[in-house]
């Protein structure tokens, strides 16, 4: 028996690799994060501000308070069952008016899981419109298998490798994620998707949360995750801890080694450990 999705909604997952909008946080309450995101933003050193865009769950109260939250938490059951782990999170923000934009890519290309079975929640902290370049996805193409991607590096992408899918896709079939404030959509990790820049007067902002089963491992090296729900009976990642209070100095410890090793991996063979996001 499903816990917040209809029979129809995961079955319309399964065949499209994608569903929205869900309501996961009340206009106030998307409101009140956005604020929080801007304020650290202006009070952090820069050295935190680069941090931010690793898991940055772990090292506030309120990043921590959304990746369990349960709106979200029952959906992601639904698809990938009771006992989630939190990979990552990361926020993918593009500013009013300007060049940045995200590929036509797989994210499972470089995350060195060992199973498909992984969903990303994308919770919209700002309103998510065409002209603010909300999110593209090409439904049906998470039936693929991995595809052969390119690495760009190219200034302006804001993925990692600048990687983008080496297979022509048909942007006529894309489908616009729009989402207002407080609203989710989900993901699967095959899904080919990418997003154009902001030509709006406002700040896009995106929480993307990424979900995987406890059963999931890492192929690459040692990893790091946050059990969010039900019970780990296969060890295969080093559990993390919720942080006790904003930017506590454990919080902060735990975090620099969980970061470290999720850029080593997503890194990897690049002998480049940058600034961008994932
Ligand atoms: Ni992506």
Request: with cysteine.
């Given at each position: 028996?499903?816990?917040?999705?209809?029979?129809?909604?995961?079955?319309?997952?399964?065949?499209?690799?994608?569903?929205?909008?869900?309501?996961?946080?009340?206009?106030a309450?998307?409101?009140?994060?956005?604020?929080?995101?801007?304020?650290?933003?202006?009070?952090?050193?820069?050295a935190?501000?680069?941090?931010?865009?690793?898991?940055?769950?772990?090292?506030?109260?309120?990043l921590?308070?959304?990746?369990?939250?349960?709106?979200?938490?029952?959906?992601?059951?639904?698809?990938?069952?009771?006992?989630?782990?939190?990979?990552?999170?990361?926020?993918?923000?593009?500013?009013?008016?300007?060049?940045?934009?995200?590929?036509?890519?797989?994210?499972?290309?470089?995350?060195?899981?060992?199973?498909?079975?992984?969903v990303?929640?994308w919770?919209?902290?700002?309103?998510?419109?065409?002209?603010?370049?909300?999110?593209?996805?090409?439904p049906?193409?998470?039936?693929?298998?991995?595809?052969?991607?390119?690495?760009?590096?190219?200034?302006?992408?804001?993925?990692?490798?600048?990687?983008?899918?080496?297979?022509?896709?048909?942007?006529?079939?894309?489908?616009?994620v729009?989402?207002?404030?407080?609203?989710?959509?989900?993901?699967?990790?095959?899904?080919?998707?990418?997003?154009?820049?902001?030509?709006?007067?406002?700040?896009?902002?995106?929480?993307?949360?990424?979900?995987?089963?406890?059963h999931?491992?890492?192929?690459?090296?040692?990893?790091?995750?946050?059990?969010?729900?039900?019970?780990?009976?296969?060890?295969?990642?080093?559990?993390?801890?919720?942080?006790?209070?904003?930017?506590?100095?454990?919080?902060?410890?735990?975090?620099?080694?969980?970061?470290?090793?999720?850029?080593?991996?997503?890194?990897?063979?690049?002998?480049?450990?940058?600034?961008?996001?994932?």
């Open positions: 028996m499903p816990k917040r999705l209809s029979d129809n909604d995961v079955e319309r997952y399964q065949r499209d690799g994608f569903l929205f909008p869900l309501r996961v946080l009340s206009q309450e998307a409101a009140a994060s956005r604020d929080r995101l801007e304020r650290a933003d202006a009070d952090l050193s820069q935190m501000k680069g941090a931010l865009r690793h898991k940055p769950h772990l090292l506030f109260t309120w921590d308070a959304i990746v369990r939250h349960p709106a979200v938490l029952d959906a992601v059951e639904d698809l990938i069952g009771p006992d989630i782990l939190c990979w990552s999170s990361l926020f993918f923000t593009k500013a009013a008016n300007t060049p940045a934009f995200v590929s036509w890519h797989q994210d499972s290309t470089y995350w060195g899981l060992s199973s498909p079975d992984v990303t929640a919770v919209a902290l700002s309103p998510s419109t065409i002209e603010a370049g909300a999110m593209q996805v090409i049906g193409t998470h039936k693929s298998d991995q595809i052969p991607h390119r690495e760009t590096f190219a200034p302006n992408n804001l993925l990692t490798r600048g990687q983008e899918v080496m297979v022509e896709v048909d942007a006529s079939k894309a489908v616009d729009v989402l207002a404030p407080g609203e989710m959509s989900l993901h699967h990790v095959r899904l080919v998707h990418g997003s154009p820049p902001n030509r709006s007067n406002d700040r896009r902002i995106g929480y993307a949360i990424r979900y995987i089963p406890t999931v491992h890492q192929l690459v090296g040692r990893d790091a995750a946050l059990l969010v729900r039900g019970a780990d009976r296969y060890g295969h990642f080093d559990l993390e801890r919720p942080p006790k209070a904003d930017l506590h100095p454990d919080a902060i410890e735990q975090h620099a080694a969980s970061a470290a090793l999720h850029a080593g991996i997503l890194y990897a063979g690049t002998g480049r450990q940058d600034q961008r996001s994932f």
